[in-house]
């Protein structure tokens, strides 16, 4: 087994239960190149859950990481209209509360888009990206949490503890359980 396998193998055995079961089976395929510009692509199919990552230099961390954070594409692609509305809810409350940063540098860059200008902040198709960049990236912090010890990043790019910890609490909610199942 490689050092990828063996890492997101760690990774996928911290997912809640609820997370699991949502997701379904959860397969994954690694490959090598440096001409494709992208890190990531997953598909749905049957109740199952396939990713292909590119290892192209990314360390077998960042590459469990990034398998998290289409496990949180997906998870968001199922949620309901009621958990969505709570997602974009909460969010809605940062922005009140001034909060700036972000869990991760995807969802800064689209929040960052979001208040650009105000026909942007009232663009339902960019508040839906910004909330899918957002959630997928606390649901891969969320179970990242689980599989070992984190640091906070700190500063204006990144969310404050309390914040972390508001979202975690809105995860927790929803998917409470962490499972010891290894992925297939």
């Not at 009621?82 to 009140?96: C, G, I, K, T, V």
């Not at 800064?108 to 650009?116: A, G, H, M, T």
């Not at 984190?150 to 972390?164: F, K, M, N, Q, S």
Request: glycine share 4%.
């Amino acid at each position: 087994m490689s050092d990828y396998d063996e890492m997101i193998r760690s990774a996928l055995a911290c997912l809640p239960e609820s997370m699991a079961q949502r997701l379904g089976e959860i397969s994954y395929t690694l490959f090598e190149s440096e001409e494709e510009d992208v890190a990531s692509r997953w598909r749905a199919e049957s109740g199952a859950i396939h990713v292909e990552l590119n290892i192209s230099d990314v360390s077998p961390h960042d590459c469990a990481l990034e398998l998290l954070t289409c496990l949180g594409q997906a998870l968001w692609e199922s949620a309901g209209n009621a958990e969505r509305r709570s997602w974009l809810h909460l969010l809605q409350q940062e922005m009140e509360a001034g909060v700036e940063g972000e869990i991760d540098e995807a969802a800064i860059d689209e929040k960052r888009q979001v208040l650009s200008s105000p026909v942007l902040a009232a663009s339902p198709r960019r508040l839906e990206q910004y909330a899918l960049a957002s959630f997928a990236g606390t649901a891969a912090e969320y179970v990242h949490a689980f599989w070992h010890d984190v640091e906070i990043r700190e500063g204006p790019d990144y969310l404050a503890a309390e914040v972390v910890r508001q979202r975690f609490d809105w995860m927790r909610d929803r998917f409470p359980e962490a499972s010891k199942k290894a992925a297939s």
